[in-house]
């Protein structure tokens, strides 16, 4: 009796330090294998159908919108993605539905959701994600910002000279 009280407390706490827990970070890059009106996928990639990942992007809001709180929308790989046109092809959008709502502000750098991902076939045929979320934090993602090179510019007063904005600007 002892010695299976004994097994059963080694299994538990080996199963609550993370081995029953594992979580594979999955990147925007893997999920482009889908191929989204086939649905085929690479093997490595059918494997995480199900499991518990986390991924990293950018909130796109689909539920009630709320300046302060997001439960249900679509995560997608930089923050110049949108629902409207052209969107992002599907294999490049999440739609996550969270457990519990997770503040919106959270997403200006980006942020890391885990949840369990499956893969689904919607109504029009074509396939795509959905995660189940579990939680989410703050991720500083890099990305490329086409409209770096318009904060970037400067005006001089030479700029101005001779154009309906020097006497616009000189008052500033």
Known sequence: MKVAFCILSIVICLTSHGFANDVTDVTWETMSNMNYETGTMPPSLRLLDNQVVEVAGFIVPLDDFSFDYVKEFLLVPDPM???????????????????????????????????ILTFTEPEKGLFSYELAGISA????????????????????????????????????
């Open 137 to 172: 934090e703050e991720a500083d993602i890099e990305f490329d910002d086409p409209f770096i090179e318009f904060d970037e510019y400067q005006l001089d007063d030479t700029d101005l000279e001779g154009t309906f904005l020097e006497d616009t600007f000189s008052e500033l």
């Open 81 to 115: 993605s949108c629902i409207h046109v052209p969107p992002p092809p599907p294999n490049q959008m999440i739609h996550v539905k969270m457990k519990r709502k997770i503040p919106l502000n959270m997403d200006y750098r980006g942020v890391a959701i885990k949840g």
